[in-house]
């Protein structure tokens, strides 16, 4: 059984488990993470399958993620903890959390809904299948190759942090694009219909995002019984980004509520 690779900080205190988004890896949430580890969390930055450090592997889709997830907190031996899931990854978490809700303290849904998303990620994905790296030799050249499909700076340094030396002088992908290429139902699909949990359960969501809307309620509450909803002043999809110091005051407020 492949293990999932993670970074944990702190040494005691409740288990923090995040889950990233997709074509993120852990290290996103590196600076909150150091934070959150100070303040009584053991937070473990963990690489979903096929990102990040963790395996590759040709199946990706909810259910196997969750699978995952479970196996990893069986091999840390982890009684109870707070999950935390961004996009992709709290999708994720939501499939976990109503299939092991023993196991679960708090849940924090970072920017997504249990409900369908239509594929929209397919500009990032061809940029990044685009990329030659027989011919692009330093970092500043994949930035350049990858700008017309993605003009946007900031989220083409959220997608450089994938870049890094297979060996001296070449250069790779962390993440598996050749199954992630494909994977834009699979991470788009909704929570089953079926899925429920009863714990406490906050939705975190952007100012400027459109991923939670308020016509979203009733499919979180369907779902989630024990669910709020808060928003992140000033931010969009990359809230723990754009807003670091108000989503963890939220979380940590929130934490400190329901604790």
Same mark, same amino acid.
């Given at each position: 059984m492949?293990?999932l690779?993670?970074?944990?900080l ?12 997709? %074509?993120?890896? +852990? ?8 934070q959150?580890?100070? *303040? +009584?969390?053991?937070v ?5 399958r096929n990102h990040?450090?963790?395996?590759w592997?040709s ?7 969750a699978?995952d997830?479970q ?7 982890i009684? $109870? @903890? ?5 996009s ?9 959390? @109503?299939?092991?809700p023993?196991?679960?303290? /708090?849940?924090v849904?970072?920017?997504i809904?249990p409900?369908?998303?239509p594929?929209?990620?397919?500009? %990032?994905?061809? /940029?990044?299948?685009? %990329?030659d790296f ?6 500043k050249?994949?930035?350049?190759a990858?700008e ?11 997608l450089? $942090?994938?870049?890094?030396?297979i060996a !001296?002088?070449?250069?790779g992908?962390r993440v598996?694009?050749?199954?992630l290429?494909?994977?834009?139902? &699979?991470? +788009?699909?909704?929570? !089953?219909? &079926?899925?429920? @949990?009863?714990? !406490?359960?906050?939705?975190i969501?952007g100012?400027h ?20 909803? *808060? ?7 990359f ?6 110091k108000? %989503?963890s005051?939220?979380?940590l ?7």
């Amino acid at each position: 059984m492949n293990s999932l690779h993670s970074n944990i900080l702190g040494d005691s205190g409740k288990d923090l488990l995040i889950l990233h988004g997709f %074509l993120g890896m +852990g290290d996103n949430w590196k600076t909150l993470a150091r934070q959150w580890s100070q *303040q +009584g969390f053991r937070v473990h930055l963990i690489d979903q399958r096929n990102h990040g450090r963790s395996f590759w592997d040709s199946n990706f889709d909810y259910a196997v993620m969750a699978d995952d997830l479970q196996c990893y907190i069986d091999e840390q031996r982890i009684q $109870k @903890c707070w999950v935390l899931g961004h996009s992709m990854g709290g999708k994720t978490a939501m499939y976990w959390a @109503c299939q092991h809700p023993e196991k679960l303290l /708090g849940l924090v849904v970072a920017d997504i809904a249990p409900k369908e998303y239509p594929p929209h990620h397919q500009a %990032l994905l061809k /940029g990044l299948r685009s %990329l030659d790296f027989s011919v692009l030799t330093t970092r500043k050249e994949v930035d350049q190759a990858l700008e017309a499909a993605v003009p946007d700076w900031a989220f083409r340094q959220f997608l450089l $942090k994938n870049v890094y030396w297979i060996a !001296p002088g070449e250069l790779g992908l962390r993440v598996n694009i050749e199954v992630l290429q494909y994977a834009g139902e &699979a991470v +788009g699909a909704p929570l !089953p219909e &079926a899925f429920c @949990c009863s714990r !406490p359960t906050l939705f975190i969501r952007g100012e400027h995002s459109q991923y939670i809307t308020d016509q979203d309620r009733m499919t979180l509450k369907h779902h989630f019984s024990k669910f709020e909803v *808060q928003t992140v002043s000033g931010a969009g999809h990359f809230l723990h980004a754009e807003n670091p110091k108000q %989503l963890s005051e939220i979380l940590l407020n929130w934490v400190n509520a329901v604790a």
